[in-house]
């Protein structure tokens, strides 16, 4: 098989498992803490607040994506297959071509930092960048075949993971915070769970005893408080519903 063809093959693979990296993030975390230094993992509320920030700007990338992009884009590809009703390039898309991959970067290098290690650190970063390669080369692959020329030149000024110092064109939809909740509101929570669970995890590993230190546990079920309420929302109403998103 030639190159093209496996990349894109292992790409579409890829998406298909995208819940595997916040386990392996996890898993692996835990390891990290267990093996590591105990000392270099105490609680230091500033250092872990800055953590904390780190993994929020990414979701904030989220946010911009998603809250400005119409149906059918920006991450509405499925287990079946590619969704691309029309090519994303204004907004963030006209800064860089995979905003909702460099947010899941820093929403994921929060936690990485949590644990405190260097090593650790770059393992992930390097995993990231391979196996969200693929994915972005699939994806790009579909996108070149049905929007041709219109893609070239797109992607021939934006770039596809670390933004240029491009003209920024404004998007063309309003922000819609009903898409942004309907649509986030697992991750967010998920980011949430991951810092509980190392919190949880490191506690567990200094002293055997098992509890939470209070701001994650405060943070954590506030995180579930909402959402709950926005899962009701979203199973039982109509009102996260917005036409063209």
């Known amino acids: 098989m030639a190159l093209v063809h496996e990349f894109e093959s292992s790409g579409n693979w890829l998406f298909k498992r995208r819940t595997w990296p916040p386990v392996l993030l996890v898993a692996g975390g835990m390891l990290m803490m267990y093996l590591g230094n105990r000392q270099a993992i105490l609680f230091d509320l500033r250092n872990e607040m800055i953590f904390f920030g780190v993994s929020l700007f990414g979701q904030l990338i989220r946010i911009l994506t998603i809250g400005f992009t119409p149906k059918n884009t920006s991450g509405r590809n499925t287990v079946a297959g590619q969704i691309a009703d029309e090519l994303n390039v204004t907004g963030i898309y006209s800064l860089v071509r995979h905003p909702l991959y460099l947010g899941n970067f820093f929403v994921m290098l929060g936690p990485v930092l949590f644990v405190r290690s260097v090593w650790f650190a770059v393992v992930v970063c390097?995993?990231?960048?391979?196996?969200?390669?693929?994915?972005?080369?699939?994806?790009?692959q579909y996108l070149r075949r049905k929007f041709g020329e219109l893609y070239d030149k797109w992607s021939a000024t934006v770039g596809a993971f670390i933004p240029f110092t491009g003209k920024f064109i404004p998007p063309k939809l309003s922000f819609s915070g009903r898409n942004v909740l309907r649509r986030e509101y697992h991750s967010f929570f998920i980011m949430f769970l991951i810092f509980t669970l190392f919190d949880l995890s490191r506690n567990y590993f200094i002293s055997e005893k098992i509890y939470l230190t209070p701001v994650w546990m405060y943070l954590f079920f506030s995180a579930a408080a909402v959402w709950v309420l926005v899962r009701i929302l979203d199973k039982l109403t109509n009102w996260l519903e917005v036409e063209g998103r």
């Open 126 to 140: 390097l995993v990231y960048w391979i196996y969200y390669e693929r994915i972005m080369f699939a994806e790009e």
